[in-house]
Antibody, heavy 114, light 112 residues
């Protein structure tokens, strides 16, 4: 069974970096696409980007140069780093297996606040 | 970016009833490979989103046949018949034809 689990700090200060880990079991991240999606307070959902089976990445231009998605295939994990966060980055962050996002993690709520 | 206009925002329903949710895109979702990458998800309270329908009309494994998807080009519909309590939550459409992928704003299905 494929399982994804996000982990990382629930509170980040403005201007700092948000770093999250998605640990995957039951499936190798060297196959398929592995994405990050966030849900803002309210219902708005935003696709942030993905890292592919080969390690290539695609990002939402709205995040400009703030985002980086990397991976560690030896640990079957992939990572999200979002730099220079503001309060507008407060959201629940999900990792998911693409390209159709069949499987999702349970989500981690991240608050940006001083 | 492709704008996904999802309506209605709120959808009151009686158990056993039938409802439809619309999702319209600002440009055609037909990919150059001929497929249309429009998917539907349900997020129940306190849970992660779950895939219901992929590529317009294909039910994901385990999804009851009360759920059906249809549409083409820029106009898509999710229909739910014989609504059950476990169907309540927020429904989203997602297009993954064009980068960046974009979601509809969500439709909250709730009891009348």
């Amino acid at each position: 069974e494929v399982q994804l689990q996000e982990s990382g700090p629930g509170l980040v200060k403005p201007s700092q970096s948000l770093s999250l880990t998605c640990s995957v079991t039951g499936y190798s991240i060297t196959s398929n696409y592995w994405g990050w999606i966030r849900k803002f307070p309210g219902n708005k959902m935003e696709w942030m980007g993905y890292i592919s089976y080969s390690g290539s990445t695609s990002y939402n231009p709205s995040l400009k140069s703030r985002i980086s998605i990397t991976r560690d295939t030896s640990k079957n994990q992939f990572f999200l780093q979002l730099n220079s966060v503001t309060t507008e980055d407060t959201a629940t962050y999900y990792c998911a297996r693409g390209p159709v996002y069949y499987y999702w993690g349970q989500g981690v709520m991240v608050t940006v606040s001083s | 970016d492709v704008l996904m206009t999802q309506t209605p925002v709120s959808l009151p329903v009686s158990l056993g009833g039938q409802v439809s949710i619309s999702c319209r895109s600002s440009q055609s979702l037909v990919h150059s490979d001929g497929n249309t990458y429009l998917h539907w998800y349900l997020q129940k309270p306190g849970q992660s989103p779950q895939l219901l329908i992929y590529r317009v009309s294909n039910r994901f494994s385990g999804v009851p046949d009360r759920f059906s998807g249809s549409g083409s080009g820029t106009d898509f519909t999710l229909k739910i018949s014989r609504v059950e309590p476990e169907d309540l939550g927020v429904y989203y459409c997602l297009q993954s034809t064009h980068f960046p992928y974009t979601f509809g704003a969500g439709t909250k299905l709730e009891l009348k």
